[in-house]
């Protein structure tokens, strides 16, 4: 490896991604249609990664960067994925480009699509190629060349799984969102945070106390929540990245914060006043103006995505009930009827639905409503208490906690209640997911 080349490989953090051959243009393919409810799953094909040499570690690599990158497309609850055992083919004995590949051969074992690539390794350095194929068209989508650390091969894997989604949604998926969570695994109720699939569970928050309500910030800078660590229900609203924030503390309680889209300001409920109203503050603590006024209390602010409304739970009506209110005229309107306790209301990312809480013969369960009259519907049922449901940032999947096995435990499902499935388990117990904007991981 020359100087200049070492000189510049060294000097890169991240991978860096290269266009081998133009394809089709992003997006301009569309398979997959995530506003279906019961959309078909493609047939993918992941092969073992081709190792270009052969030796033991580019072996190693190839076969657990495939294996990344197989989990992570599964995970979005678009692919089914094949056998690797029903291939009439191994990775060492095809090549990855077009030419060289006999698409009957993956045709006759049903996939639609397939995905080939090779590595190349040396010292800590890696070079990986991967190409997207339509195996029924026999036309490449995409094809990238990424280069970096041996290590960042998860990276890798992040980057090109969005590039094949966005290629076959218009979306760029998942892959670089996470989740902030309460985890009683310390012994008190911290806030944590895992990758989009679960992994990379770390703890954010140390009040040894009773930490609640995170809420990220449009840009997924800061993180809002409160916490009891000086004894009240105070206000924290935090920078992530940096050792640096501000805590909102009055009479009363400070709770249910939640930011408007594309600003640094958020809605928090506060009962200085006696009863608990929603309030507008700035990010750096400060109100702005009251949002809320009436008997019964209101409190879990979401807004809807260009933050024209608001959504809030308000007891005005006698029960908990999820109405919307509009920004500029104040006017609000009620949005749930069925039921008599409808509660953490989150708006979905394309602005059309509202994910919520709800009980029905003392059992709580997620359920989804549209905001043009449509009867709510209802993703979970008999399976423990669900609650606190929370949009991934493209909107095709929902995490929320159950008890459906005992302890409480974060779950993920598709936006239509399908593949419902346990994200994490930690010590402890978890609860109240807050899915993060895109962009939150390098």
């Known amino acids: 490896m020359s100087k200049t080349f070492r000189k510049f490989m060294y000097g890169i953090v991240l991978p860096i991604l290269f266009l081998i051959i133009p394809g089709n243009s992003a997006g301009d393919v569309k398979f997959i249609d995530i506003t279906k409810p019961y959309m078909r799953k493609i047939p993918i094909a992941v092969p073992y990664f081709k190792p270009v040499t052969g030796e033991t570690v580019e072996t190693e690599t190839a076969q657990a960067a495939s294996d990344l990158l197989s989990d992570m497309l599964t995970f979005t609850g678009f692919f089914k994925l094949l056998d690797r055992g029903a291939f009439l083919i191994d990775a060492e004995n095809f090549g990855i480009i077009a030419p060289n590949i006999n698409f009957p051969n993956w045709t006759t074992v049903g996939a639609e699509l397939l995905i080939t690539g090779g590595i190349s390794i040396e010292g800590e350095l890696m070079e990986i190629e991967l190409r997207l194929f339509d195996t029924v068209k026999q036309t490449l989508l995409i094809g990238k060349r990424y280069k970096g650390w041996v290590k960042d091969q998860r990276k890798v894997m992040r980057k090109f799984a969005g590039e094949v989604i966005f290629q076959l949604t218009g979306s760029r998926g998942i892959f670089d969102s996470r989740l902030a969570f309460i985890s009683t695994g310390s012994g008190h109720k911290e806030i944590n945070f895992c990758d989009f699939d679960g992994t990379g569970s770390r703890q954010f928050t140390s009040h040894k106390s009773i930490t609640l ?50 600003k640094f300001e958020l809605a928090a409920a506060l009962s200085f006043t006696g009863d608990q109203e929603i309030y507008l ?49 104040g006017r609000v309107e009620r949005l749930t009827f069925e039921g008599r306790y409808n509660t953490q209301p989150d708006w979905s990312p394309k602005g059309d639905k509202v994910a919520y809480s709800g009980m029905r013969d003392g059992q709580i369960n997620i359920y989804v409503v549209g905001l043009e009259g449509d009867p709510p519907m209802q993703l979970t049922m008999d399976q423990g208490d669900n609650e606190s449901p929370s949009w991934s940032p493209d909107g095709s999947l929902i995490a929320f906690s159950s008890t459906r096995e005992g302890p409480s435990r974060i779950y993920i499902c598709t936006a239509f209640g399908t593949d419902q499935r346990r994200l994490i388990k930690l010590p402890g117990q978890q609860s109240n997911p807050r899915w993060s904007p895109s962009g939150v991981i390098d």
Do not use: C
């Open 213 to 262: 309500f995170p809420a990220w910030s449009s840009d997924g800078k800061w993180l809002a929540y409160t916490s009891y660590v000086k004894g009240s229900p105070d206000l924290y609203i935090k920078n992530i990245s940096e050792n640096r924030g501000v805590v909102f503390s009055k009479k009363g309680i400070q709770i249910s914060p939640a930011w408007v889209p594309g």
């Open 281 to 329: 503050l700035t990010g750096e603590g400060k109100i702005i103006k009251r949002l809320t006024k009436s008997r019964g209390i209101d409190v879990e602010p979401t807004f809807s995505p260009d933050g024209t409304k608001m959504a809030f739970v308000s007891k005005r009506s006698g029960t908990p009930q999820i109405y919307v209110r509009e920004m500029d005229t």
